[in-house]
């Protein structure tokens, strides 16, 4: 009965995701948005300022992972973004991923998710950009589990008496696992902090380095490890990132993932 | 499931870690950090107007729109080249942002700037400065793309060019440049007598010329549109146009030229539209001139800065004034780099002459009416790029309290961040009493796609009838 119920949930997030798509309409606007880090394109790290008041965005990547279990994955991630409201930004994430370990492979959908990211201020000499995010996660279709919400605090600032541009960034999600699930070895806190920084590289590309440290909710190690990666605006409409990183559980065993993305001011 | 007091403790946490960050937040930004400059601001950045002629302009006209991207990067560049560069090593930055500038222009970027990304330093010290920038250069790439899309009827692209204006004004009030032409706005930014005046275009001169390139280029790819209308006509006007660029960078305007002097018609279909690119242009230099001045602290820049953004943005009644200025070449060809845009007269100097009359009245020592000889030739040194001969150094104030030395100032106007209400409103009153009887600038037609005729260099008509032939392709 969960189950069905749980299925349902997840159609209806599936559902919304391909209306949202839908309904934008179709022709895009001058942006540069190479700048503007976004979580996971290509790289963990973020940055703490919103899209423009009622911009709107898709988003897409594709990234590979080779997790601490010794499991290939491949994760499909649209993703919308909607600049609401004035200094802050929604977006919807729909992930899809394929699983494979040894002969066994499964499709599933992600965790689901839906956060509301405001920025405070715009970093001034001395003072950083802070922005804080409040979200919920539904539960995927391979682990279950619930509706987690979920807690993001960001800072970043430029490093001042330059022209470079160059920023430093600190990331740190809190997630609650709403319902735990103790003889499973499920975690009541999940929580990712990322140290990065990212510098323009030439008139349209950017750099990006970060570090990061993710404690899952599940019974997994948690993991540490790097990422390196570039962002390139190819027209005034769309941006792409590349990037990989590679690091260690902390039971010491391998973990890595490349990523491919795109991010399109379209419509 | 989990026990009722486990949630609270969860929403518990979660509060005091959200209420953690917005205290410190809040402490950092009320606290005036010793020797650092600690201002608060919000980002307040609205998304573009959304449109099917958005990039059109990129798409249709690749090459000039790349241009305007590296005339971008350079007033970004120019900016941090001010702030961490000390103004005794002018000669040597002037030498090298120049060069920069000329070889970006030769090689220029895909894609656009904003501000931020290469004059970071600024953006961080003065961050409504960007945005009154970013903004405008917007709504030119708004612009620009309405009159580049052949899907909008040639009829239409006034209504459109109207949407964009509204939108422009509309979504960033307070921070937008204002509709009004600068005869207006110069009058209420009340810059002149400021002790960073002209310090850019004098100290810099290279720099100050190319932007005068880059405030001659804007126009007169508006007007190659306007003569050649949405047919193929218009990639010749546009490609010929541009092409002239190697010529006027290598014989540089000597002045910043204005909307009704280079795009008449663009001006006469949009006024509005006509005037925010003037204000805009007149802020990059204004920007400039408070950078490169040493006297001032960081916050006290901040503090001009920002009154001089909101003096040039848009007041109540400025729509009602958008028609009030001179076209006097209303025929011209942009395509024809013509003898009267290189000189350092024109409108520009003619507004400048005109406040310098409007103030003298309260500043001379003698209270005479008339602007002695001695200061008209020092204001026309002082707005002639570079250091001429003749020339007393410093900004304008400076070389007229060397010829003048006991003119009457008000102290308090001299202070970052302040103006002088009562110059201000003696200039408005000069300025109303000598455009009570000139004519509103008239319309155009847009009737009919216009047909491109060759080019009529040396044929520009001034308002006064002074030249003979009329440039061919005019719009009726």
């Known amino acids: 009965m969960k189950g069905r119920v749980q299925r349902r949930i997840q159609r209806a997030w599936i559902l919304l995701a391909i209306a949202a798509c839908a309904s934008w309409p179709a022709r895009s606007v001058f942006a540069v948005d190479h700048t503007n880090l976004e979580e996971g394109l290509p790289a963990e790290v973020t940055d703490a300022y919103p899209l423009e008041y009622l911009g709107r965005e898709v988003q897409g990547r594709i990234q590979y992972r080779y997790t601490a279990s010794a499991e290939h994955e491949l994760w499909l991630e649209p993703r919308f973004e909607f600049g609401f409201p004035r200094n802050g930004q929604v977006s919807l994430k729909v992930p899809l991923f394929a699983s494979f370990a040894g002969d066994d492979s499964e499709i599933n959908l992600g965790r689901t998710s839906i956060e509301l990211m405001y920025n405070f201020n715009q970093e001034t000499l001395s003072i950083p950009a802070l922005a804080l995010a409040a979200g919920v996660e539904a539960p995927d279709t391979r682990d279950g589990g619930s509706f987690d919400p979920f807690g993001r605090a960001i800072l970043t600032k430029m490093i001042p008496g330059s022209s470079l541009w160059h920023r430093v960034h600190l990331n740190a999600l809190l997630q609650f696992n709403v319902a735990q699930d103790e003889e499973e070895g499920e975690r009541e806190l999940r929580y990712v902090l990322v140290v990065g920084y990212d510098v323009r590289l030439g008139t349209t590309v950017t750099g990006v380095i970060d570090a990061v440290r993710e404690r899952p909710l599940l019974d997994e190690p948690p993991g540490n490890y790097g990422e390196l990666g570039v962002r390139l605006q190819l027209t005034p409409l769309i941006a792409l990132a590349f990037g990989g990183g590679a690091g260690a559980s902390d039971e010491g065993r391998f973990i890595a993932r490349a990523t491919t993305a795109f991010q399109w001011f379209a419509f | ?476």
């Open chain 2, 1 to 476: 499931m989990p026990s009722t007091p486990k949630r609270s403790c969860q929403l518990v946490s979660l509060m005091v870690v959200l209420g953690s960050a917005i205290a410190v937040l809040t402490a950092v930004a009320t606290t005036n950090l010793s020797g650092c400059s600690a201002h608060f601001e919000q980002r307040n950045m609205p998304a573009a107007l959304r449109r099917g002629y958005n990039t059109a302009f990129f798409d249709r006209h690749a090459r000039p729109y790349r241009a305007q991207a590296s005339i971008h990067i350079a007033h970004a560049v120019q900016h941090d080249y001010l702030l961490l560069t000390p103004l005794a090593d002018h000669a040597r930055v002037d030498a090298e942002s120049d060069a920069r500038y000329l070889s970006d222009f030769e090689n220029p970027p895909r894609i656009g700037p904003e501000m931020m990304t290469f004059g970071p330093h600024t953006g961080q010290a003065a961050w409504r400065v960007y945005q009154a920038i970013d903004w405008t250069h917007e709504h030119h790439d708004q612009t620009y793309d309405i009159l580049a899309d052949a899907g909008i009827p040639w009829p239409e692209k006034a209504r459109a060019t109207r949407d964009s204006v509204e939108w422009y004004l509309e979504r960033l009030r307070g921070t937008a440049r204002s509709p009004a032409p600068l005869d207006v706005t110069m009058r209420r930014a009340g810059t002149m007598m400021k002790p960073y005046f002209t310090l850019f275009r004098n100290q810099y001169p290279r720099s100050s010329t190319f932007f005068f390139f880059a405030h001659w280029w804007h126009p007169v790819i508006y007007e190659a549109m306007m003569i050649a209308g949405n047919d193929l006509e218009q990639d010749e006007a546009v490609a010929v146009t541009h092409a002239t660029s190697n010529q006027v960078l290598r014989d540089r305007p000597q002045r910043m030229l204005l909307s009704r002097e280079l795009m008449p018609r663009y001006a006469r279909m949009s006024p509005e539209s006509a005037n925010i690119f003037d204000n805009l242009h007149m802020l990059h230099g204004i920007v400039y001139d408070i950078l490169a001045y040493e006297g001032w602290s960081i916050d006290d820049k901040r503090a001009e800065l920002y009154r001089v953004v909101d003096a040039m943005s848009e007041k109540p009644g400025d729509r009602e004034l958008v028609r009030r200025f001179p076209e006097p070449f209303p025929t011209m060809d942009p395509r024809c780099y013509e003898p009267w845009m290189r000189g350092m007269d024109g409108e520009m100097s003619r507004i400048m002459r005109e406040m310098l009359e409007e103030m003298w009245p309260m500043m001379s020592p003698d209270g005479s009416r008339e602007v002695p000889a001695a200061v008209a030739e020092q204001a026309r040194l002082k707005l002639t790029p570079g250091q001429q001969p003749g020339e007393h150094p410093g900004s304008f104030h400076d070389a007229l309290m060397r010829i003048v030395p006991n003119m009457k100032m008000a102290p308090e106007s001299m202070r970052p961040g302040a103006g002088d209400a009562h110059m201000t409103k003696m200039m408005l009153e000069g300025w109303r009493s000598r455009t009570a009887n000139m004519p509103s600038v008239p319309g155009i037609s847009m009737a009919e796609d216009p047909k491109l005729a060759g080019p009529a260099c040396g044929g520009s008509a001034s308002i006064d009838g002074t030249s003979g032939d009329v440039a061919k392709g005019e719009t009726r």
